[in-house]
Nanobody, 115 residues
Framework: QVQLVESGGGLVQPGGSLRLSCAAS????????MGWYRQAPGKQRDLVAR???????IYAESVKGRFTVSRDNPKNSIYLQMNNLKPEDTAVYYC?????????WGQGTQVTVSS
């Protein structure tokens, strides 16, 4: 399994920005499908954004145009730049790695959008 460590969460006002980071262990990071998911209290965990090993990306409709996912393979890291944050973006954000059908998860980082 891949070890994942997220960072960068916090409290931000509506309209503000945050950048999440996820550092991964493992030798074959460049071959992993990586993604960000989020889970609000009482709700299921949903996909926010995903980036393939070749850099192709997909986004949830609710974050298109506001969030950008990127990866830095030499640093075994992915990032989520979140702009124009809204209260409904409040959730625990989880980093995900998928390799050969096996999912690995980070411990999550809290993002709270509130005035």
């Amino acid at each position: 399994q891949v070890q994942l460590v997220e960072s960068g969460g916090g409290l931000v006002q509506p309209g503000g920005s945050l950048r999440l980071s996820c550092a991964a262990s493992g030798t074959f990071f460049s071959s992993y499908l990586m993604g960000w998911y989020r889970q609000a209290p009482g709700k299921q965990r949903d996909l926010v954004a995903r980036i393939s090993r070749t850099g192709n990306t997909i986004y949830a409709e609710s974050v298109k145009g506001r969030f950008t996912v990127s990866r830095d393979n030499p640093k075994n890291s992915i990032y989520l730049q979140m702009n124009n944050l809204k209260p409904e973006d409040t959730a625990v954000y989880y980093c995900n790695a998928r390799n050969l059908g096996i999912d690995s998860w980070g411990q999550g980082t809290q993002v709270t959008v509130s005035s």
